[in-house]
Structure formats: structure tokens, C-alpha cells
């Protein structure tokens, strides 16, 4: 009966209360209007002033299919396939990790701390490569290289930086066991002005509390560390810097609230300074940055 009313303002309605019982009422209603958009280019300001558009049977089936796998929790953004990031479109897929808006605040911290220079940087992990495309966009004369272990993840990085026209050379690297650095086309190595990276920094214990949506279908290896080594990406991207990154050059880390006076510990270790905390939206210490001293340089 119900498959006979093709109103997508019936249609949506209906749907949404098909999810009441997995989401909030808001949630439901703004996962509705998402699919919406990206199925049929219709907005929810469209459709609220015109209810009645109709439906095909085969776009009744798309939606139906959509809000099914809503159901098992999928992340809307697996569904659609697409992300926007600083006012960019990204595809993603299961094999990198959905942009987080703190990672967008990220890039606005560098962009504000940064002049637009000819300025030479490498974002490891870059998975989606939403960092490194991001810091392109708004650093329009920097040399921006990325990296990260998954193949899958450097091709879907790839795609999203030609579809936005952004140069980034990315390449595999396996940041905790190689001791290559980076090279440029012709096999010499780079030394870079900023390193920036959103490691896995999740803990074993942070997961209990973590929802189904991210634990069934976000890559772990991109989520997840041991509670025995929580920080054991940013002490191997420090000892990288040790060797790849110019004197008075900078790291920009997010991290995880709960290791923030670890993570200024280490850094203070590897000898940096102007080290500083910085809180996201949430109010909670997600980032921290500092540059690379003098004396502690062995180029
Ligand atoms: N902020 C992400 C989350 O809470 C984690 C990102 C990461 O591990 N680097 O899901």
C-alpha cells in the first residue's frame, strides 16, 4: 500500500519514523534529508516548499535500500560515498576513515598559523587524504606530499585530489617499520617544513564506548591502538622527524584528550619547543603543535 504513494514528502515522513527506533528523531530526520540530496539533488528547504515531488519506483528502491542499511548502522557516509571537508568533495569508502570535523579544525589551526610560502609538507596517514587536500586548498603555493600504508587508501586519496584539481604526491609508506624517507621524482630526499598527522590513537579502553556505526564499519588499523603503546605512532612519526624535518620546522598532531600531558611530555623529549595544547569545539585538547629546535637537529 504504502509503495504505491511515490510523494517524496510522504515518502521521507514515513522513512524517518522507519528510523526512530535506531536514531533520534533529529538524526533520523537530517540522515532522511542527507540521502535525500545525494540521491535526487533535492534539498530539505526544496522539498519542504515542494512535498509532492514523485518518485520513480526505481528511486523509491534506492531510498528503501538506503534507509535498510541505516538500519544496520552503516554510516550515512559510506552510503553516499561522499564527505564534504572544508568545502570540498571527497569520495570515501570503507578503506579510510569518514573526515571528523575535529580533523577540519586541523587544517583551519595550520592555514591560520602558516603563510601561503613556498612551504614543503607531508601529512602521514593520510587515508582519505582529506588533510593533505584541505591544506593544498588554503596553501596554495606549498609542495604538499602524503603518505600512508594502504594502497587502497593512496588510490582513493588520489582520486579525491584530481576530482578537486589539487596537486598532492602521495605514496606509500609504513611509518612504524621503514626507515626510508621520502623522496621527490627523482629519488632525492625530502626535507619538510611542517609534518602533520591524525594517527590511530583510539584506545582499547576509549573503544567499549565507542557506537556500532564505527566499530562494524571504519577501518580499525586507521581507529585503533594497544592500551600498552597509545602513543606509539607519534613516537615513530618523532623519530622520522629526527631525520626528515628541517630545523625550526613544525608538527601538528591530533591526538587524544585523555594523553594530552604524554604528548607534550614526548615532544618535549624529542626537543621541541613552543609546544602548545590546542581544544576543539568539543572544549576538549585535541591538538598539539610545537617546532623542532635547534640543537636537536643532526642534518
Ligand atoms: N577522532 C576519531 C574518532 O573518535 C579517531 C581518529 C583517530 O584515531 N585518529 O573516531
Redesign the pocket.
Given at each position: 500500500m504504502e509503495i504505491r504513494n511515490n510523494i517524496l514528502g510522504y515518502l521521507k515522513k514515513k522513512y524517518v519514523q522507519d528510523l526512530f527506533d535506531y536514531y533520534d528523531e533529529r538524526e533520523a530526520e537530517q540522515l532522511l534529508s542527507i540521502l535525500i540530496e545525494h540521491f535526487f539533488s533535492i534539498t530539505r528547504n526544496e522539498l519542504i516548499l515542494n512535498p509532492d515531488y514523485r518518485l520513480s519506483e526505481s528511486e523509491i528502491l534506492k531510498l528503501h535500500m538506503a534507509v535498510k542499511e541505516l538500519k544496520k548502522y552503516r554510516p550515512v557516509q559510506y552510503i553516499t560515498g561522499v564527505v564534504e571537508f572544508h568545502g570540498l568533495k571527497l569520495e570515501v569508502n570503507p578503506d579510510v576513515?569518514i573526515p571528523?570535523p575535529?580533523t577540519e579544525e586541523l587544517v583551519k589551526l595550520i592555514t591560520d598559523r602558516e603563510k601561503d610560502s613556498d612551504l614543503t609538507v607531508l601529512d602521514i596517514g593520510t587515508g582519505s587524504g582529506c588533510i593533505a587536500i584541505g591544506l593544498k586548498s588554503l596553501l596554495t603555493r606549498a609542495h604538499v606530499n602524503a603518505s600512508d600504508i594502504s594502497q587502497s587508501a593512496i588510490n582513493i586519496a588520489q582520486t579525491n585530489a584530481d576530482a578537486n584539481y589539487m596537486e598532492v604526491a602521495f605514496q606509500i609508506h609504513d611509518i612504524l617499520n621503514s626507515k626510508e624517507p621520502i623522496r621527490d621524482k627523482k629519488g632525492k630526499q625530502i626535507l619538510f617544513d611542517i609534518i602533520v598527522s591524525?594517527?590511530?590513537?583510539?584506545t582499547q579502553e576509549d573503544k567499549r564506548k565507542m557506537h556500532q556505526n564505527?566499530l562494524d564499519y571504519e577501518p580499525h588499523s586507521?581507529?585503533f591502538v594497544t592500551d600498552n603503546k597509545p602513543l606509539k605512532y607519534y613516537e615513530a612519526i618523532l623519530n622520522f622527524s629526527k631525520e626528515n624535518l628541517k630545523t625550526g620546522g613544525r608538527i601538528y598532531f591530533?591526538i587524544n584528550e585523555s594523553r594530552k600531558n604524554e604528548m607534550v611530555a614526548l615532544m618535549n623529549q624529542f626537543g621541541y619547543s613552543d609546544i602548545k595544547l590546542v581544544k576543539d569545539l568539543r572544549y576538549k585538547s585535541r591538538f598539539v603543535f610545537g617546532s623542532k629546535k635547534n640543537h636537536h637537529c643532526r642534518a
Amino acid at each position: 500500500m504504502e509503495i504505491r504513494n511515490n510523494i517524496l514528502g510522504y515518502l521521507k515522513k514515513k522513512y524517518v519514523q522507519d528510523l526512530f527506533d535506531y536514531y533520534d528523531e533529529r538524526e533520523a530526520e537530517q540522515l532522511l534529508s542527507i540521502l535525500i540530496e545525494h540521491f535526487f539533488s533535492i534539498t530539505r528547504n526544496e522539498l519542504i516548499l515542494n512535498p509532492d515531488y514523485r518518485l520513480s519506483e526505481s528511486e523509491i528502491l534506492k531510498l528503501h535500500m538506503a534507509v535498510k542499511e541505516l538500519k544496520k548502522y552503516r554510516p550515512v557516509q559510506y552510503i553516499t560515498g561522499v564527505v564534504e571537508f572544508h568545502g570540498l568533495k571527497l569520495e570515501v569508502n570503507p578503506d579510510v576513515l569518514i573526515p571528523r570535523p575535529e580533523t577540519e579544525e586541523l587544517v583551519k589551526l595550520i592555514t591560520d598559523r602558516e603563510k601561503d610560502s613556498d612551504l614543503t609538507v607531508l601529512d602521514i596517514g593520510t587515508g582519505s587524504g582529506c588533510i593533505a587536500i584541505g591544506l593544498k586548498s588554503l596553501l596554495t603555493r606549498a609542495h604538499v606530499n602524503a603518505s600512508d600504508i594502504s594502497q587502497s587508501a593512496i588510490n582513493i586519496a588520489q582520486t579525491n585530489a584530481d576530482a578537486n584539481y589539487m596537486e598532492v604526491a602521495f605514496q606509500i609508506h609504513d611509518i612504524l617499520n621503514s626507515k626510508e624517507p621520502i623522496r621527490d621524482k627523482k629519488g632525492k630526499q625530502i626535507l619538510f617544513d611542517i609534518i602533520v598527522s591524525n594517527p590511530p590513537y583510539v584506545t582499547q579502553e576509549d573503544k567499549r564506548k565507542m557506537h556500532q556505526n564505527v566499530l562494524d564499519y571504519e577501518p580499525h588499523s586507521a581507529l585503533f591502538v594497544t592500551d600498552n603503546k597509545p602513543l606509539k605512532y607519534y613516537e615513530a612519526i618523532l623519530n622520522f622527524s629526527k631525520e626528515n624535518l628541517k630545523t625550526g620546522g613544525r608538527i601538528y598532531f591530533e591526538i587524544n584528550e585523555s594523553r594530552k600531558n604524554e604528548m607534550v611530555a614526548l615532544m618535549n623529549q624529542f626537543g621541541y619547543s613552543d609546544i602548545k595544547l590546542v581544544k576543539d569545539l568539543r572544549y576538549k585538547s585535541r591538538f598539539v603543535f610545537g617546532s623542532k629546535k635547534n640543537h636537536h637537529c643532526r642534518a
